[in-house]
T-cell receptor
């Protein structure tokens, strides 16, 4: 089966510019996650969607970051305006269901988008 | 989120077993123990998970202490492809990654 697709793979922008990342999860996966991974650290959850609704966005810097998942399939993450500290790899992941009781649902990660802010 | 403690790094020889420890003394009764790994320049991938009993799958084994305050991921025969950062994570469905253990495999 096809994995999680992300684009672009690399992006270089100047600070204060805007940028958008796209993610297409595995077909049939209801839950979609965006993570930020700064060099040398583990991934940090930014936002979790269940279908097209937000389940958890407690760590999303809402003054500059936004995300949407229209129609409950693919998703975009936007940063506007970007800061130097936003340089990181942005990972998208999906799972069959994120919060259902009983069955375990592993997360499948995409290859990530490496963002460099100059 | 309950916290885990892992060594920063470990080295192993190819075709030898690797035992990766994880301490989690504040684990709650409903916390799963998840292990994910991240190969260089890739996103993390699922390895194994458990709740109370030891678990085996095609990738690895997970040994869980009786009091659940520690666990060990066992790679039975390390290959060069197993060189990665291994993350031990507690929780139910939400994954909170720490810094993990960087595993180096020598040929």
């Amino acid at each position: 089966e096809a994995g999680v697709a992300q684009s672009p793979r690399y992006k270089i922008i100047e600070k204060r510019q805007s940028v958008a990342f796209w993610c297409n999860p595995i077909s049939g996966h209801a839950t979609l996650y965006w993570y930020q991974q700064i060099l040398g650290q583990g991934p940090k959850l930014l936002i979790q969607f269940q279908n097209n609704g937000v389940v958890d966005d407690s760590q999303l810097p809402k003054d500059r970051f936004s995300a949407e998942r229209l129609k409950g399939v693919d998703s975009t993450l936007k940063i506007q305006p970007a800061k130097l500290e936003d340089s990181a790899v942005y990972l998208c992941a999906s799972s069959y269901s994120g919060t259902s009781g009983g069955s375990y649902n592993e997360q499948f990660f995409g290859p990530g988008t490496r963002l460099t802010v100059l | 989120d309950a916290k885990t403690t892992q060594p920063n790094s470990m080295e192993s020889n190819e075709e030898e077993p690797v035992h990766l420890p994880c301490n989690h003394s504040t684990i709650s009764g409903t916390d799963y123990i998840h292990w994910y790994r991240q190969l260089p320049s890739q996103g993390p991938e699922y390895v194994i998970h458990g709740l109370t009993s030891n678990v085996n799958n095609r990738m690895a084994s997970l040994a869980i202490a009786e009091d659940r305050k520690s666990s060990t991921l066992i790679l039975h025969r390390a290959t060069l492809r197993d060189a990665a950062v291994y993350y031990c994570i507690l929780g139910y469905y939400k994954l909170s990654f720490g810094a993990g253990t960087t595993v180096t495999v020598r040929a």
